[in-house]
C-alpha cells in the first residue's frame, strides 16, 4: 500500500490529453513539492516534473505538473505512442522519507 | 555530463549481506545528496534510503531501517548501501539516484544508474 494513492491505470488515443492524479496528506503533498517519474519499459526511471510544475532540460512541453492542497496531476497533452510508460509521482514526507506513488501505467490505444 | 553508475547486486542466501557501490561523475559529487530507490520484479518504485551532501545525515524506509546502512565516500565520488540481515523481500532491482544540492530532502532524483539486481534466495 503506497502513501501516494495513483490510479492503477490510464489510457488514451494519439493527441488526446490524459491526466494522473496522485493523492496524498498534510504530510506530504500539501506541505511538500511533488514530483513525477516517467519509466520506460525495461528503462530506469526519469524526473519527468520536479517542484511541482518544473520541467528538467529536454522534456517535452506536453507535459505539465499541477498541485492543489494535497492532490496533484500529471497532464499529458498530444499523446505519443512512445509515451508509452509507468508514471510515479513523489514527494518528501515529513515523517523523515520520500514516498512514492504506486505508479500508472498508461496505455496508447 | 553527468553519469552515475551502480552495481554489486547478486544472488546471497536470506540473512546474508551485500554492499552495493554507485559511482558517480559530471557534478560536484560532494554538495548533493544522493539515494537508493528499490523496484521488485513487476512492482513500483519504492524509496530506500538518503544520504545529504555533507554526509551528515542519513534516513531510512522503515522496512530497511536497522539493516540497511548508507554511507559515501567524497574522495571516491561513490555512495555505498550496506545491505545486512536479508530477506526474501529485499529482492529487487536497486537504483542508485543523484538527489538535490545539501539535504536531498524533496524528492527529486535528477539522474538515476542503470539499477543492480539483488536476489535473495536459498
Known amino acids: 500500500q503506497s502513501v501516494l494513492t495513483q490510479p492503477p491505470s490510464a489510457s488514451g488515443t494519439p493527441g488526446q490529453r490524459v491526466t494522473i492524479s496522485c493523492s496524498g496528506s498534510t504530510s506530504n503533498i500539501g506541505s511538500n513539492i511533488v514530483n513525477w517519474y516517467q519509466q520506460l519499459p525495461g528503462t530506469a526511471p526519469k524526473l519527468l516534473i520536479f517542484s511541482n510544475n518544473q520541467r528538467p532540460s529536454g522534456v517535452p512541453d506536453r507535459f505539465s505538473g499541477s498541485k492543489s492542497g494535497t492532490s496533484a496531476s500529471l497532464a499529458i497533452s498530444g499523446l505519443q505512442s512512445e509515451d508509452e510508460a509507468d508514471y510515479y509521482c513523489?514527494?518528501?514526507?515529513?515523517?523523515?522519507?520520500?514516498?512514492f506513488g504506486g505508479g500508472t501505467k498508461l496505455t496508447v490505444l | 555530463e553527468v553519469q552515475v553508475l551502480d552495481s554489486g547486486g547478486g544472488l546471497v542466501q536470506p540473512g546474508g549481506s551485500l554492499r552495493l557501490s554507485c559511482a558517480a561523475s559530471?557534478?560536484?559529487?560532494?554538495?548533493?545528496?544522493m539515494n537508493w530507490v528499490r523496484q521488485a520484479p513487476g512492482k513500483g518504485l519504492e524509496w530506500v534510503s538518503l544520504i545529504s551532501g555533507s554526509g551528515g545525515s542519513t534516513y531510512y524506509a522503515d522496512s530497511v531501517k536497522g539493516r540497511f546502512t548508507i554511507s559515501r565516500d567524497d574522495s571516491k565520488n561513490t555512495v555505498y548501501l550496506q545491505m545486512n540481515s536479508l530477506r526474501a523481500e529485499d529482492t529487487a532491482v536497486y537504483y542508485c539516484?543523484?538527489?538535490?544540492?545539501?539535504?536531498?530532502?524533496?524528492?527529486?532524483?535528477?539522474?538515476w544508474g542503470q539499477g543492480t539486481l539483488v536476489t535473495v534466495s536459498s
Open positions: 559530471g557534478f560536484n559529487f560532494n554538495s548533493y545528496a
Open positions: 513523489a514527494a518528501w514526507d515529513d515523517s523523515l522519507n520520500v514516498v
Open positions: 539516484a543523484k538527489g538535490s544540492y545539501g539535504s536531498g530532502k524533496n524528492g527529486v532524483l535528477d539522474y
